[in-house]
């Protein structure tokens, strides 16, 4: 049975990563200062975990909570493209100076392997699809630089002290707990509220736009599999994660209109900067060195996430 350390443990990723952790017995800790995590999100096990109500920018809080930890996911960050293109300084503080204490805890501490979220909009706005792990980052926003710079770090920490780090290239990811009712929500968790509650949601852009979405049990996959992959297989490497199909914005929302019964088309609002205009991934690296196939499909992950945004916001 091994100790599992998860950053960002009370976020939308991160709570879910636990829940599977302990479904299998292992030993959980979870760092997380609640900034955008929900403690609610971990209410129901809160007895089952040790949880660090710390801050991943405190590095004496960072190491101890390292200690004794073989594994660990970093889902901590503070997310969204809009938030860092408005407010640059603390997603910096936290995506890419905490993302350095957990990298020193861990070399500290004697952690085996360090599983990091990283994001697919590292590749920006380049010409070239499906995107490839080969090609060339070109980061639109201060938190694609910041997610990308992780990487970096990820893979230097790799090659200069052995320890073994895998980068996750994270597409689009939707489901279950995911913050609906933020100026940053993601877009399926937005619309789903809003179209259940009789508003008439806001496509930023042509609504042409496409997202590899992945849902949150593909996701959940991926991790596992990365913590557990051969070494020679996967340490110092970076592998998208998603599910290798591409769906507009305007097709997500006539979906999601149907699932939810709301009869009214969307509102049209001006490109948003920072913004990564399509996404599309290959999954064959990830496919050939962990074993990942997407579990849960495009349609089947829209059910499942209206279904649990019915049941939590009904009323």
Same mark, same amino acid.
């Given at each position: 049975?091994?100790?599992? !350390?998860?950053?960002?443990?009370?976020?939308?990723?991160?709570?879910?990563?636990?829940?599977?952790?302990? %479904?299998?017995?292992?030993?959980?800790?979870?760092?997380?200062?609640? +900034?955008?995590?929900?403690?609610?999100? !971990?209410?129901?096990?809160?007895?089952?975990?040790? &949880?660090?109500?710390? /801050? !991943?920018? %405190?590095?004496?809080?960072?190491?101890?909570?390292? *200690?004794?930890?073989?594994?660990?996911?970093?889902?901590?960050?503070?997310? @969204?493209? $809009?938030? /860092?293109?408005?407010?640059?300084?603390? @997603?910096?503080?936290?995506?890419?100076?905490?993302?350095?204490?957990?990298? *020193?805890?861990?070399?500290?501490?004697?952690?085996?392997? =360090? =599983?990091?979220?990283?994001? @697919?909009?590292?590749?920006?706005?380049?010409?070239?699809?499906?995107?490839?792990?080969?090609?060339?980052?070109?980061? !639109?926003?201060?938190?694609?630089?910041?997610?990308?710079?992780?990487?970096?770090?990820?893979?230097?920490?790799?090659?200069?002290?052995?320890?073994?780090? =895998?980068? &996750?290239?994270?597409?689009?990811?939707?489901?279950?707990?995911?913050?609906?009712?933020?100026?940053?929500?993601?877009?399926?968790?937005? #619309?789903?509220?809003?179209?259940?509650?009789?508003?008439?949601?806001?496509?930023?852009? %042509?609504?042409?736009?496409?997202?590899? #979405?992945?849902?949150?049990?593909?996701?959940?996959?991926?991790?596992?599999?990365?913590? *557990?992959? $051969?070494? +020679?297989?996967?340490?110092?490497?970076?592998?998208?994660?998603?599910?290798? +199909?591409?769906?507009?914005?305007?097709?997500?929302?006539a979906l999601l209109a149907t699932l939810t019964g709301f009869p009214h088309p969307p509102l049209y609002g001006p490109a948003r900067d920072g913004d990564v205009r399509d996404s599309l991934a290959d999954i064959t690296a990830a496919r050939e060195a962990l074993g990942y196939a997407p579990q849960v499909g495009f349609e089947e992950g829209l059910r499942?996430?209206?279904?649990?945004?019915?049941?939590? #916001?009904?009323?």
């Amino acid at each position: 049975m091994a100790n599992y !350390l998860i950053t960002g443990g009370a976020g939308f990723i991160g709570s879910h990563l636990v829940q599977a952790l302990l %479904d299998r017995g292992d030993q959980v800790r979870v760092l997380d200062n609640f +900034e955008t995590g929900l403690r609610k999100n !971990l209410e129901p096990i809160l007895d089952r975990i040790d &949880l660090h109500e710390v /801050s !991943l920018t %405190d590095a004496d809080a960072v190491l101890r909570a390292c *200690e004794g930890i073989d594994f660990i996911f970093h889902e901590g960050a503070l997310p @969204s493209v $809009p938030r /860092s293109v408005k407010e640059p300084r603390p @997603s910096h503080a936290i995506n890419i100076d905490g993302t350095f204490h957990l990298l *020193e805890g861990a070399r500290q501490s004697g952690a085996r392997r =360090v =599983v990091y979220a990283a994001s @697919s909009s590292a590749y920006g706005n380049q010409p070239g699809f499906p995107r490839v792990e080969t090609m060339a980052p070109q980061p !639109l926003s201060p938190y694609a630089v910041q997610k990308l710079t992780g990487e970096l770090y990820m893979q230097a920490y790799h090659r200069v002290y052995g320890l073994e780090t =895998v980068c &996750l290239r994270y597409f689009n990811i939707f489901g279950a707990r995911q913050v609906p009712d933020s100026p940053y929500s993601g877009v399926m968790a937005r #619309f789903a509220l809003m179209m259940m509650r009789g508003e008439r949601p806001t496509i930023f852009g %042509d609504g042409e736009q496409g997202r590899d #979405f992945t849902h949150i049990d593909n996701v959940v996959l991926a991790n596992l599999l990365a913590v *557990e992959a $051969p070494a +020679e297989k996967v340490a110092g490497r970076v592998f998208n994660i998603a599910c290798g +199909e591409r769906h507009t914005l305007n097709q997500t929302y006539a979906l999601l209109a149907t699932l939810t019964g709301f009869p009214h088309p969307p509102l049209y609002g001006p490109a948003r900067d920072g913004d990564v205009r399509d996404s599309l991934a290959d999954i064959t690296a990830a496919r050939e060195a962990l074993g990942y196939a997407p579990q849960v499909g495009f349609e089947e992950g829209l059910r499942r996430t209206v279904a649990w945004y019915r049941d939590e #916001f009904a009323g």
